[in-house]
């Protein structure tokens, strides 16, 4: 039988509220670099600070993706 610590690792990712920053990274395709350049120029996600970590809720996260929706380079060429 797994140990105590082991199956609290087991919890799907439909149950996780927030992650780590490290993790957000992970599952967004982007490098912890980008994420605070990103957050240097005001465009991360909204943060949650527990226990003095990091974490970015599931809500947080589903916000931010929909502000990306859309989101382009004023510079680069549009479609006709």
């Not at 931010?64 to 549009?78: C, K, L, Q, V, Y």
């Amino acid at each position: 039988m797994p140990s105590r610590s082991q199956r609290s690792h087991r919890i799907g990712d439909e149950e996780i509220e927030a992650t780590s920053i490290e993790t957000f990274c992970r599952r967004h395709g982007f490098s912890v670099a980008t994420y605070y350049n990103l957050r240097a120029q005001g465009l991360a996600p909204r943060e949650a600070f527990v226990g003095g970590r990091r974490l970015i809720t599931k809500e947080s996260a589903a916000r931010w993706r929909r502000d990306r929706e859309g989101f382009s380079d004023p510079h680069a060429p549009t479609c006709p």
